[in-house]
């Protein structure tokens, strides 16, 4: 299987900290997907790296892929309580038709 | 842009009843996914189609869901009979293409059987 772990699982901080998250998985990708979900609703997509990047930065949002230890980490700066939500990472395999794999995901709440 | 519809959004139904979740997808994306989610879990694909056709359904308990997707446009994703471990959301999600798209996700059917 290549479902992603995800690290840690819950994490709790004070708003302005930031916040690391961090997916490894097992096989090759395509692309890696970082996905937020408030509590009750669906996924939001966040970001997407692919396979040949290793850093991408969208907004609060840093993204890091290392395929060669198969691990991304998703960092967010200064973080808002309207950042408390889980986390996942999902991954494209390599040579597939597109069948996205989701980790366990992170669960963040943010302290005000 | 209108994101992906779903409905209905809550559903209480008894064991063994029958259910069914309906996908209208973004325009013009040609891959529609139907996940389950269980609460405290990440989302596991039930079925991808690519159009009208089936592309994964590895994960999919045929003896009790179906799917389909007529047209290729909106999609359908009935459980009969419903067993208590059923109680999650189902999320719909499309794409435009298959593998380096980004997927969509609805807002998703949440299901309690009791």
């Known amino acids: 299987s290549q479902q992603g772990e995800e690290d840690p699982q819950a994490l709790s901080i004070q708003e302005g900290e930031n916040a690391t998250m961090n997916c490894s998985y097992k096989t090759s990708i395509n692309n890696l997907q970082w996905y937020r979900q408030n509590s009750g609703r669906g996924l939001v997509h966040l970001i997407l790296i692919r396979s040949n990047e290793r850093e991408k930065h969208s907004g609060r949002l840093r993204v890091t892929l290392d395929t060669s230890k198969k691990s991304s980490s998703l960092l967010i700066t200064a973080s808002r309580a309207a950042d408390t939500a889980s986390y996942f990472c999902a991954m494209h395999g390599s040579g597939n038709t597109g069948k996205l794999i989701f980790g366990q995901g992170t669960t963040l709440q943010v302290k005000p | 842009e209108a994101g992906v519809a779903q409905s209905p959004r809550y559903k209480i139904i008894e064991k063994r009843q029958s259910v069914a979740f309906w996908c209208n997808p973004i325009?013009?994306?040609?891959?529609l996914y139907w996940y389950q989610q269980i609460l405290g879990q990440g989302p596991k694909l039930l079925i991808q189609f690519q159009n009208n056709g089936v592309v994964d359904d590895s994960q999919l308990p045929k003896d009790r869901f179906s799917a389909e997707r007529l047209k290729g446009v909106d999609s359908t994703l009935k459980i009969q009979p419903a067993k208590l471990e059923d109680s999650a959301v189902y999320l719909c999600?499309?794409?435009?293409?298959?593998?380096?798209?980004?997927?969509?996700f609805g807002e998703g059917s949440w299901l309690t059987v009791v």
């Open positions: 999600a499309s794409s435009f293409g298959a593998s380096g798209n980004t997927i969509y």
């Open positions: 325009s013009g994306h040609a891959t």
